[in-house]
């Protein structure tokens, strides 16, 4: 069992920055492929960016309009999220997963795919 656990959030004014880690522990990370996604009040949740096993592939979700920068480092077995210029309706409670990946440059943006979830950092924007 992979066990993920986010770190980072908080309280923000717009146009402010944070990064939000995820740490892996329970098995080989770099076998997986991790995923950032969100979900803010009475909304679904949605997928925010992703990174593949190796770190050379990732996506972004539309919104993310250059703000947000994925990065990994298998050494200390974690997932970064780099998010600049953040606006208020980028609050939610962020969450990582990850699924075992056959390939080392593939990513999903499917939230059903990924069977590890974390339990959520929770970010606040102020305006």
């Known amino acids: 069992q992979l066990r993920l656990v986010e770190s980072g959030g908080g309280l923000v004014q717009a146009g402010g920055s944070l990064r939000l880690s995820c740490t892996a522990s329970g098995r080989a990370f770099s076998d997986y492929a991790v995923g950032w996604f969100r979900q803010a009040p009475g909304k679904e949740r949605e997928f925010v960016a992703t990174?593949?096993?190796?770190?050379?592939?990732?996506n972004y979700a539309d919104f993310v309009e250059g703000r947000f920068t994925v990065s990994r480092d298998n050494a200390k077995n974690t997932v970064y999220l780099q998010m600049n210029n953040l606006k208020p309706e980028d609050a939610a409670v962020y969450f990582c997963?990850?699924?075992?990946?056959?390939?080392?440059?593939?990513?999903?943006?499917?939230?059903?795919?990924?069977?590890?979830w974390g339990q959520g950092t929770q970010i606040t924007v102020s305006s």
């Open positions: 990174i593949s096993r190796n770190g050379d592939g990732k």
């Open positions: 997963a990850a699924y075992a990946s056959l390939y080392r440059d593939a990513w999903l943006i499917t939230a059903g795919a990924y069977p590890n």
